[in-house]
């Protein structure tokens, strides 16, 4: 069975500073990754696709590395900003054919201190 | 603008009182998709649906119904709503279901 588990849960860091986001999972049959950033109280909002054979992703200051082999991804942030403050979400693309989902980690709360 | 939308965004219910949520997509997506989110559970999968007419249970389908009887939309149906599925629930679309998934604004739902 597939899990997903994201460390570390809650991190704190001041503003400018360079940080890198966890996200491992136990089973490498896995078709892509998502990572979404989640504010509170509102929905999941996309941030970087890999797909299964991409070794990594870029958005401006995001950077989202796939080791398929070794069940992980990280996410980096560069030059961290307050408003870059919220949960940030990975999810393993899995199935195939007839049954597509995605299956999430809990997440890391991202706290960027001014 | 390319979105899912959901209604009503908040809901409060008692116990038995059958009760719909709509989604839709104007994206003209093949893959539509449920999930609700709970404090330290995460989200997960309820049902989905691969194309019009074709649809299929997730990881936590029981006390849930769905359809999809046009591409755009895709309701989720809860006929004898219960406190435990007091949660917060998401719709999301995509290509395929193998390309990105966009996800609707949720719906948080109380039943008491």
């Not at chain 1, 199935?95 to 890391?108: Q, R, S």
């Not at chain 2, 649906?49 to 939309?73: F, I």
Request: hydrophobic fraction near 30%.
């Amino acid at each position: 069975k597939q899990e997903v588990t994201q460390i570390p849960a809650a991190l704190s860091v001041p503003e400018g500073e360079n940080l890198v986001l966890n996200c491992s999972f136990t089973d490498s049959a896995i078709y892509n990754l998502q990572w979404f950033r989640q504010d509170p109280g509102k929905g999941l909002t996309s941030l970087l696709l890999i797909q299964s054979s991409q070794r990594e992703q870029t958005s401006g200051r995001l950077n989202a590395s796939l080791d398929k082999s070794s069940g992980r991804s990280t996410l980096y942030i560069a030059a961290s900003q307050p408003g870059d403050s919220a949960t940030y979400l990975c999810a393993v693309g899995v199935g195939g054919g007839a049954t597509n989902k995605l299956i999430f980690g809990t997440g890391t709360l991202l706290a960027v201190q001014p | 603008e390319a979105q899912v939308t959901q209604n009503p965004r908040y809901l409060i219910t008692v116990t038995g009182k059958k009760l719909t949520v709509t989604c839709s997509q104007n994206m003209n997506h093949e893959y539509m998709s449920w999930y609700r989110q709970d404090p330290g559970l995460g989200l997960r999968q309820i049902y989905y649906s691969m194309n019009v007419e074709v649809t299929d249970k997730g990881d936590v389908p029981e006390g849930y119904k769905v359809s999809r009887k046009e591409k755009r939309n895709f309701p989720l149906i809860l006929e004898s709503p219960s406190p435990n599925q007091t949660s917060l629930y998401f719709c999301a679309s995509s290509l395929d279901g193998f390309y990105e998934q966009y996800f609707g604004p949720g719906t948080r739902l109380t039943v008491t």
